[in-house]
Nanobody, 121 residues
Framework: QVQLVESGGGLVQAGGPLRPSCAAS????????MGWYRQAPGKQRELVATITSGGSSNYADSVKGRFTISRDNAKNMVYLQMDSLKPEDTAVYYC???????????????WGQGTQVTVSS
């Protein structure tokens, strides 16, 4: 089994930074990609950013230029540096990871429990 645990959410004023992190643990052979999604009240969960094991990243248009995703492959961790935060960034932020648990096994997506990010105006 694989577990993802997020930390580093919280309350911040508009314009400020926040840097949530996510640690993956358990029966991990390889992590192909990791990412962050978010879900605001009354809205669908949406992609924020993803990053592959090789370091290629992808961002939602709404966060480009403000958020930076990074990962530490040795520690199985992913980070989301969020700068110039806006009230509309308020949401529960979820980490996910595409993981293989053994050689030759298929990939499976795992999710964390989420961390609340609240941006006050």
């Amino acid at each position: 089994q694989v577990q993802l645990v997020e930390s580093g959410g919280g309350l911040v004023q508009a314009g400020g930074p926040l840097r949530p992190s996510c640690a993956a643990s358990g029966s991990i052979f390889s992590i192909i990609a990791m990412g962050w999604y978010r879900q605001a009240p009354g809205k669908q969960r949406e992609l924020v950013a993803t990053i592959t094991s090789g370091g290629s990243s992808n961002y939602a248009d709404s966060v480009k230029g403000r958020f930076t995703i990074s990962r530490d492959n040795a520690k199985n961790m992913v980070y989301l540096q969020m700068d110039s935060l806006k009230p509309e960034d308020t949401a529960v932020y979820y980490c996910n990871a595409a993981v293989t648990t053994a050689p030759g096994m298929g990939m499976r997506w795992y999710w964390g429990q989420g961390t609340q990010v609240t941006v006050s105006s």
